[in-house]
C-alpha cells in the first residue's frame, strides 16, 4: 500500500512478484494486471491489489493462472497528475497457487 502512496520511492527497485494473472488491458499486447484478492473484514469485502505487468507475452499467459515475475519497477505520471508503478517484466515463470490466496491488512 505504501507504494501507492510513494511510488517515486519504488522506482527503479528490482521485485519479485508472486500473483495471479488477472485481467489483460485493452490495446496493450505485453501487459497484464497481476495481483491477489485483498481481504478487508470479510470473504464477502475483498478488492484486488495488483499492479500492471509489461514486457511479457500476455497470448503465452493463461488467466487465473499463477505466476512469478522478476523485474524492476518504474514510475509513471497519471493523465490526473499522480504516479503509477508499472513491473517491467526480466523473467516470468509459473508459480503455484498458494493455499490462502488472500492478503490481509491488519
Given at each position: 500500500m505504501?507504494?501507492?502512496e510513494?511510488?517515486?520511492k519504488?522506482?527503479?527497485k528490482?521485485?519479485?512478484l508472486?500473483?495471479?494473472?488477472t485481467?489483460?488491458?485493452?490495446?496493450?499486447?505485453q501487459?497484464f494486471?497481476?495481483g491477489?484478492q485483498?481481504m478487508?473484514?470479510?470473504?464477502n469485502?475483498?478488492s484486488l491489489?495488483?499492479?500492471?505487468?509489461?514486457?511479457v507475452?500476455?497470448?503465452?499467459?493463461?488467466k487465473?493462472?499463477?505466476?512469478?515475475v522478476?523485474?524492476?519497477?518504474k514510475?509513471?505520471?497519471?493523465?490526473?497528475g499522480?504516479?503509477t508503478?508499472?513491473l517491467?517484466?526480466?523473467?516470468?515463470q509459473?508459480y503455484?497457487?498458494?493455499q490462502?490466496?488472500?492478503?490481509?491488512?491488519s
Open positions: 505504501d507504494a501507492i510513494n511510488p517515486d519504488y522506482d527503479g528490482e521485485i519479485i508472486r500473483g495471479k494473472f485481467e489483460t488491458l485493452p490495446g496493450y499486447h501487459t494486471i497481476m491477489r485483498a478487508v473484514c470479510c470473504a469485502d475483498t491489489c495488483g499492479l500492471t505487468v509489461t514486457g507475452k500476455v497470448e503465452e499467459l493463461v487465473d493462472n499463477w505466476y512469478e522478476q523485474g524492476n519497477l514510475t509513471i505520471p497519471l493523465d490526473n499522480g504516479k508503478l508499472v517491467y517484466a526480466n523473467r516470468i509459473n503455484q497457487k498458494p490462502d490466496e488472500f492478503v490481509y491488512f
